[in-house]
T-cell receptor
Framework: DAGITQSPRHKVTETGTPVTLRCHQT?????MYWYRQDPGHGLRLIHY???????DKGEVSDGYSVSRSKTEDFLLTLESATSSQTSVYFC??????????????FGPGTRLTVT | QKEVEQNSGPLSVPEGAIASLNCTYS??????FFWYRQYSGKSPELIMF????GDKEDGRFTAQLNKASQYVSLLIRDSQPSDSATYLC???????????FGQGTRLTINP
């Protein structure tokens, strides 16, 4: 299994509070991704990183920010949590190899509930 | 039109039969195609990837790619109850370092 951990694994927070989720990898992969998964919507990309301090937006980036100060860590911050951000959040990593396959490997997920 | 489309199911298949999962995509420049399996409450797990037209086999799994028709499929032979899961199709579009996922097909294998 790819060495990916996410913390916390579960969190309940109140509307309006800031929340930071952490993704940590031991694979030294260049690319890291944050997704959210909701019933009826599948996996949707929030932000991704293609190197230290290099990030870009995904399809559902509003209300989220990210930071990557080290290769191994990718942080997702909800500046002011809303109930619509209640979801399961997955981190994924990938590396370019075997041509341009870019297969991604996923962490265990964080279940976030905003009350 | 969604970029990657899958029938959400549920798809019910008897044990021992062949399960066939389909996925269509809209971007003709798509280059790499992936199948993930996700058990309830767990994270997606990569099963196979394919990037050339034709078939690719790995054990009981076969991925099929037809770029002209813009579809990719996954066949599971000798289906087992442990194959019951949601299967996600993902596509890497040309020039991008990210994947676009379909909504997934829920597969149930009946003993």
């Amino acid at each position: 299994d790819a060495g990916i951990t996410q913390s916390p694994r579960h969190k309940v927070t109140e509307t309006g509070t800031p929340v930071t989720l952490r993704c940590h990898q031991t694979e030294n992969h260049r690319y890291m991704y944050w997704y959210r998964q909701d019933p009826g919507h599948g996996l949707r990309l929030i932000h991704y990183s293609y190197g230290v301090k290099d990030t870009d937006k995904g399809e559902v980036s509003d209300g989220y920010s990210v930071s990557r100060s080290k290769t191994e860590d990718f942080l997702l911050t909800l500046e002011s949590a809303t109930s619509s951000q209640t979801s399961v959040y997955f981190c994924a990593i990938s590396e370019s190899m075997r041509g341009a396959t870019y297969e991604q490997y996923f962490g265990p997920g964080t279940r976030l509930t905003v009350t | 039109q969604k970029e990657v489309e899958q029938n959400s199911g549920p798809l019910s298949v008897p044990e021992g039969a062949i399960a066939s999962l389909n996925c269509t995509y809209s971007d003709r420049g798509s280059q790499s195609f992936f199948w993930y399996r996700q058990y309830s409450g767990k994270s997606p797990e990569l099963i196979m990837f394919i990037y050339s037209n034709g078939d690719k086999e790995d054990g009981r799994f076969t991925a099929q790619l037809n770029k002209a028709s813009q579809y990719v499929s996954l066949l599971i032979r000798d289906s087992q109850p442990s194959d019951s899961a949601t299967y996600l199709c993902a596509v890497r579009v040309q020039g991008a370092q990210k994947l676009v996922f379909g909504q997934g097909t829920r597969l149930t294998i009946n003993p």
